[in-house]
């Protein structure tokens, strides 16, 4: 416990400029509050405890505005900045490395049965805001933008961005610019572009003639 408990706090302060003292992340950071609490609900949920694991999570999402169900496995050093209006639900799979920031949702679509929730691979980031819904997988070293709502399958190593959101960047492949959470690509401005330059070549095409 107390292994893991020195893993998360080294995750944060590797993660996070702001964080400058082992103290105060350990007391005044809420998503590492968030992840300790929701490790011991998951505990007693694993052994059938069900109601002591919904009020260890209630009570971690009433200090810390970050709401997790008891069942969500979580892997190691999943760092969750900020948080505020963070939501992951019940049947959510979340890898090693995982980073994600303030307003993000980890959801269903109300259409599922079963397994309702995505499955996050290992190293992957999600902006501030974006909302994954439905019971696919974010693949392993992938980015999503901040406000993108991501509702289709991602493969491994790609960058995502839009509503609803869509691939630009994968395998190293650059398809437009890369995501730095500031200075990411407009899916939709691209396709306008595009279109206008098709135009212009049409428009030439009949001024020959």
Same mark, same amino acid.
């Given at each position: 416990?107390?292994?893991?408990?020195?893993?998360?706090?080294?995750?944060?302060?590797?993660?996070?400029?702001?964080?400058t003292?082992?103290?105060?992340?350990?007391?005044?950071?809420?998503?590492?509050?968030?992840?300790?609490?929701?490790?011991?609900?998951?505990?007693?949920?694993?052994?059938k405890?069900?109601?002591?694991?919904?009020?260890?999570?209630?009570?971690?999402?009433?200090?810390?505005?970050?709401?997790?169900?008891?069942?969500?496995?979580?892997?190691?050093?999943?760092?969750?900045?900020?948080?505020?209006?963070?939501?992951?639900?019940?049947?959510?799979?979340?890898?090693?490395?995982?980073?994600?920031?303030?307003?993000?949702?980890?959801?269903?679509?109300?259409?599922?049965?079963?397994?309702?929730?995505?499955?996050? =691979?290992n &190293?992957?980031? @999600?902006? !501030? $805001? #974006?909302? *994954? +819904?439905?019971?696919?997988?974010? =693949?392993? &070293?992938?980015? @999503?933008? !901040? $406000? #993108?709502? *991501? +509702?289709?399958?991602?493969?491994?190593?790609?960058?995502?961005?839009?509503?609803?959101?869509?691939? *630009?960047?994968l395998n190293?492949?650059?398809?437009?610019?890369?995501?730095?959470?500031?200075?990411?690509?407009?899916?939709?401005?691209?396709?306008?572009?595009?279109?206008?330059?098709?135009?212009?070549?049409?428009?030439?095409?009949?001024?020959?003639?």
């Amino acid at each position: 416990m107390f292994k893991r408990l020195r893993e998360d706090i080294a995750c944060v302060k590797a993660n996070d400029p702001a964080a400058t003292s082992t103290l105060q992340v350990l007391f005044l950071y809420p998503g590492l509050k968030a992840v300790r609490m929701h490790r011991r609900a998951n505990f007693f949920y694993r052994h059938k405890f069900y109601f002591l694991a919904r009020w260890i999570s209630q009570r971690a999402a009433k200090k810390t505005n970050i709401e997790i169900h008891p069942a969500v496995k979580i892997g190691r050093r999943f760092f969750i900045d900020h948080g505020t209006g963070v939501v992951i639900g019940e049947t959510c799979e979340i890898g090693d490395d995982v980073t994600i920031y303030q307003g993000v949702t980890l959801g269903g679509t109300g259409k599922d049965k079963g397994k309702r929730h995505p499955t996050i =691979g290992n &190293n992957v980031m @999600i902006g !501030a $805001g #974006a909302k *994954v +819904l439905g019971p696919f997988k974010v =693949g392993d &070293n992938s980015k @999503i933008a !901040a $406000g #993108a709502v *991501v +509702l289709s399958e991602i493969p491994e190593n790609s960058t995502a961005v839009g509503i609803p959101a869509r691939v *630009v960047r994968l395998n190293g492949e650059k398809h437009l610019c890369d995501l730095d959470q500031i200075h990411f690509p407009d899916p939709l401005a691209q396709k306008i572009c595009e279109l206008e330059h098709k135009i212009k070549k049409l428009e030439e095409k009949l001024g020959d003639k």
